[in-house]
């Protein structure tokens, strides 16, 4: 607690003073660019990611980036997603998954390890689509292939159920919104953008740009 209370004092100091008039603007309201959904996990930080600045960003953090289906668990994510949406405007939503996923390393696991982690089971729940996925189609990888793999097929998933929110539908056929699914690498730092003519996650600056809506359109990612 040390740590963060000494980060505070710091940032009051040395962020929030000379940064006055952005603050300021801010009590005013927000205007973010974009709906940024990620996971929990302590070493993804969006801000920091994408360098942007408070006012930025409309963030919606869980353990495994998951979007339950509209319908399934309409809970804090579809509130998050709805206003973001209706209320805020945004016209771009990034899903982002990351290397070394200990959802996804728990999706893939033995269900006998969340015995004593029975909120955890019940929410990995919506991700039961990428399990089957990767039961059906990835059995012949190694396991730290098939990690790999899993992380990426369940952002598409996530996608996927983005699109059953009546906003996101909505937005999406009135051309007002656009969909990416990224993939944050811990060990470089880099990014990866799916590109939906590819069937595959390329980085971010070899991703075209022209159609991110089709993000959550599979194409050639896999035949079901």
């Known amino acids: 607690m040390e740590k963060l209370i000494e980060g505070i004092h710091r ?40 360098q ?14 998951l979007v339950p289906a509209w319908g399934s668990h309409n809970g804090a994510e579809a509130a998050a997603i709805e206003y973001s949406v209706d209320a805020l ?23 006998a390890d969340l015995a004593e982690l029975p909120a955890v089971a019940s929410w990995l729940k919506h991700a039961e689509s990428t399990r089957r ?8 990888l190694t396991p730290k292939a098939r990690l790999e793999t899993c992380i990426e097929e369940n952002v598409l998933a996530q996608i996927e159920n983005l699109r059953t929110h009546p906003a996101v539908f909505a937005a999406l056929t009135r051309g007002e919104l656009r ?34 809506e089709d993000a ?8 079901i």
């Not at 942007?52 to 980036?65: E, M, Q, V």
């Open 179 to 212: 969909l990416h699914a990224w993939m944050y690498s811990l060990e470089t730092g880099g990014v990866a953008a799916f590109d939906p003519e590819a069937g595959q996650f390329l980085p971010l600056n070899d991703t075209p740009r022209g159609t991110p």
């Open 89 to 111: 405007g945004i016209r771009d939503i990034i899903l982002c998954g990351h290397t070394h996923c200990g959802a996804m390393n728990a999706l893939m696991g033995d269900p």
């Open 52 to 65: 942007t600045k408070p006012g930025d960003l409309f963030i919606l953090r869980n353990a495994g980036n």
């Open 133 to 140: 996925v990767m039961r059906t189609h990835y059995k012949e």
């Open 11 to 50: 940032f009051q100091a040395g962020v929030f003073g000379p940064q006055r008039a952005l603050f300021d603007r801010l009590v005013e309201g927000q205007n973010p660019d974009a709906l940024f959904i990620t996971c929990s996990d302590s070493r993804v930080s969006p801000n920091l990611l994408t």
């Open 216 to 223: 959550g359109r599979l194409g050639g990612r896999r035949s």
